[in-house]
């Protein structure tokens, strides 16, 4: 039995106040011991929320990722001031990720490529994810059944293939509620993958508003954004959006010319996610006063000059010492 749009509350703001406290704690975990394996193959990762994780990708001017680079090559910068790294690490850990499918009437010739699309994605990525699907249109479903995650493929194909295309497309309201699910999943890292044309008619959110919470929510956000078919203006303002929502939240947006590079941009985006640099640092500024910290990564070369190009988040709402439920 699918579960409908109950499941998680999105929707207009007033409906996610309690929301807050969680995304905000979600925009600092940490870990000041780490390891790979516990027993049982489970990771773990021992968690210090007074310390700022990055996940980080770094390309040359190629656009070509770049692995095994040491620590001190790395500078971190918050508000423009550096900050010490505490954490490093570089290495294919398992991930919380929600594949989010428009299926709304508008994508009905790319149904079938934005299926596959999302289940290589899956067989390309850590083995260990644990993995959710977020099917929508003028509504949204999770579509696991009475599962919040899994790992099994044979329920990922099931999955994806629950919901014909119809209707019209409330990617905003999606997109806040498939923020709010990660929290419940028990990795530290993670991640959501949407596939869409991007542009949003029904939903009762605002962009504005999902936008802030997919700062809140460290998670990095991936848009595989098809060819749009609506009027050239409203294609134009969702492209923007969507390049705006993965610049903040260290995602990539790709905006294939045909359905067949779907599949090879979805095997890149794992591909990508298993190769980023973990950083950590404890901030300088110690205020808790729920300001937003712009952040931003060098990686310099032995004569002490910017190399490589990093993407990352773009900054971070810090812990607020305001009571809960006040004004």
Request: glycine share 6%.
């Amino acid at each position: 039995m699918r579960r409908p749009s109950s499941w998680l509350t999105a929707g207009p703001a007033p409906r996610l106040l309690g929301l807050g406290v969680l995304l905000l704690v979600g925009a600092t975990w940490a870990a000041a011991q780490t390891r790979s394996q516990s027993r049982e193959g489970e990771f773990t990762l021992s968690v210090d929320v007074d310390l700022v994780v990055l996940h980080a990708t770094v390309v040359d001017k190629d656009g070509r990722r770049v692995t095994e680079l040491p620590a001190e090559r790395f500078h971190i910068y918050e508000d423009n001031v550096l900050q010490k790294l505490a954490l490093f690490r570089n290495e294919d850990v398992p991930i919380t990720v929600g594949l989010v499918l428009d299926n709304s009437a508008s994508m009905t010739d790319n149904r079938q490529e934005m299926k596959a699309g999302a289940l290589t994605f899956a067989e390309a990525s850590n083995p260990l994810d644990e993995t959710f699907v977020v099917n929508f249109n003028d509504d949204y479903y999770l579509d696991l059944g009475s599962k919040d995650f899994t790992n099994n493929t044979e329920e990922l194909k099931e999955a994806l293939g629950k919901t014909t295309t119809r209707g019209s497309t409330s990617f905003y309201d999606a997109l806040r509620a498939s923020l709010a699910h990660l929290q419940k999943g028990t990795r530290q890292k993670k991640v959501l993958l949407v596939i869409t044309d991007g542009v949003d008619n029904t939903s009762a959110s605002s962009f504005d508003t999902a936008l802030r919470e997919a700062q809140q929510a460290e998670a990095a956000v991936y848009v595989v954004a098809l060819p749009c078919t609506d009027p050239k203006r409203d294609c134009r303002r969702a492209r923007r959006e969507i390049r705006k929502l993965v610049q903040v939240t260290g995602g990539v947006a790709y905006f294939p010319t045909s359905l067949e590079q779907v599949q090879s941009l979805c095997k890149q985006i794992a591909h990508e996610i298993r190769s980023q640099y973990v950083l950590g640092y404890y901030p300088s500024n110690r205020a808790r006063d729920g300001s937003f910290r712009s952040l931003r990564v060098e990686v310099l070369s032995a004569k002490g000059q910017p190399r490589y190009f990093v993407r990352t988040r773009s900054g971070y709402y810090a812990e607020s010492q305001q009571p809960a439920g006040s004004q």
